[in-house]
């Protein structure tokens, strides 16, 4: 089931937040959850621009205690990979001449560490409804139910 999952979101990116939902689920019952993780990242790293896929990504792998980097500066930011000083340049602001203005535009001002960390291991559904496909939970549900019908066989 993960491989087919991980091969659906190769070929679709609309799928990225659904299938990043399904994969929460089926690592939550791996066993070594690190390995298969590392494997299922490497395997969509081949995806040019896939900064999209690697914030859904590291969704999964944050709250799983998985350590691993990403080259998205999104992902940086939530992983504190700038020394916590969120000091990460987004956007171009050198234009930008008020201070005032500067300091609001502060990276640290987008991370809501508070919600990162109750943040679960399996991403329910309601995360990924938001991107309004038709049936969303139905279609999780559905491939849940056959992945553990498979599982107790």
């Keep these: 089931m993960i491989g087919i ?10 799928t990225h937040p659904l299938i990043a939902g399904i994969l929460s689920v089926l690592l939550s019952h791996v066993d070594d959850v690190t390995e298969v ?11 040019p621009n896939n900064g999209h896929l690697q914030i859904w990504l590291q969704r999964i792998s944050c709250p799983a205690m998985i350590e691993i980097s990403y080259s998205e500066a ?9 020394g916590g000083n969120y000091g990460l340049n987004l956007w171009n ?7 005032k ?6 990276t640290s001002k987008i ?3 508070k919600a990162i960390s109750e943040m679960t291991p399996i991403i329910p559904s309601s995360e990924v409804d938001v991107f309004d496909y038709e049936d969303s939970t139905q279609f999780v549900e559905s ?3 056959r992945f553990n019908k498979k599982k107790q066989s």
């Design 5 to 14: 999952s991980v091969d659906i979101a190769i070929l679709h990116p609309r």
């Design 37 to 47: 993780f590392t494997k299922i990242k490497k395997r969509l790293d081949i995806l």
């Design 74 to 82: 999104l992902c940086d930011l939530v992983g504190g990979e700038d």
């Design 93 to 99: 602001s050198e234009w930008i001449k008020s201070d």
């Design 101 to 106: 203005l500067k300091t609001a535009l502060r």
């Design 111 to 113: 991370i809501n560490k």
């Design 143 to 145: 491939l849940l139910a």
